[in-house]
């Protein structure tokens, strides 16, 4: 298998001709709505990291919400061309870095809220095949109970399908990605939501919990979803 490059693959989807996307409905339902076992209150004020914004699409809807965001992506190259397509878009933003999940360039408890959003189970950028690395290095940069907001696939999702378990238990290399953007990459794979919880608790607590269980033409949209406080 060719050696993957996690930058080249996603400098070329978030290329300087790339459009904003809508922000995931997920994200909209936890910031926004009301639900019976959603423990997180709705942000009316703070400041907000997006690690791996992608594209930039939570953006406006953090400045709907009265947050001062920032961002995070894994190159250069990416966080230029975010920057200048959301003040294309009458978004003015600089307030994002090069960084991983490994290693984001934000001081010691800077955040009262971090968005990963698929994003801080990708493995290949980072420095160490260890997820615990990427949970320290999230709690780091968050204030004592601030907010992880979080949602990370499960072992259904049609990205695992056909995937090969790497030398090290718990992390897939991905084979068979139907948009031909992830094939190499190495993801963090959880058995199940005890197990997810598991990796989360020694840093975190007062999780509430939510699933997508979503087939869409095809695929298999399986994600855990979570919100859980800092200790």
């Known amino acids: 298998m060719t050696q993957y490059n996690a930058k ?3 400098e070329r989807l978030y290329g300087p001709e790339s459009r904003i996307a ?3 409905e997920g994200v909209i339902r936890i910031l926004k709505g009301t ?5 997180m209150p709705k942000p009316t004020e703070g400041n907000i990291l997006d690690l791996g914004c992608g594209d930039g699409r939570h953006f406006p809807l953090f400045a709907q919400s009265d947050l001062d965001a920032f961002g995070t992506e894994i ?3 990416i966080c230029t061309n975010v920057s200048a397509n959301l003040s294309k878009s009458g ?11 490994d290693n984001i360039p934000y001081d010691d408890s800077y955040f009262d809220y971090l968005l990963t959003w ?3 189970y990708y493995m290949s950028a980072t420095k160490s ?9 999230m709690c780091r940069v968050l204030k004592k109970d601030a907010w992880i907001i979080a949602s990370i696939p499960k072992k259904t999702s049609f990205i695992f399908n056909e995937s090969i378990p790497h030398d090290n238990p718990g992390y897939q290399i991905i084979a068979k990605d139907p948009f031909n953007l992830r094939n190499g990459e190495i993801l963090k794979c959880f058995d199940d939501c005890k197990e997810l919880e598991d990796a989360f608790s020694k840093r975190f607590y007062s999780f509430s919990h939510a699933d997508i ?3 869409w033409f095809g695929l298999n949209y399986h994600w855990h979803v979570f919100v859980a406080q800092k200790k």
């Open 8 to 10: 080249k693959e996603w």
């Open 22 to 24: 809508y922000p995931a």
């Open 35 to 39: 639900f019976p076992t959603l423990s």
């Open 75 to 77: 190159s250069n190259e």
């Open 91 to 101: 978004i003015p933003f600089e307030n994002i870095k090069t960084g991983t999940a």
């Open 118 to 120: 698929n994003s801080c």
């Open 129 to 137: 095949l260890d997820f615990s690395l990427h949970v320290d290095e």
């Open 213 to 215: 269980n979503m087939s």
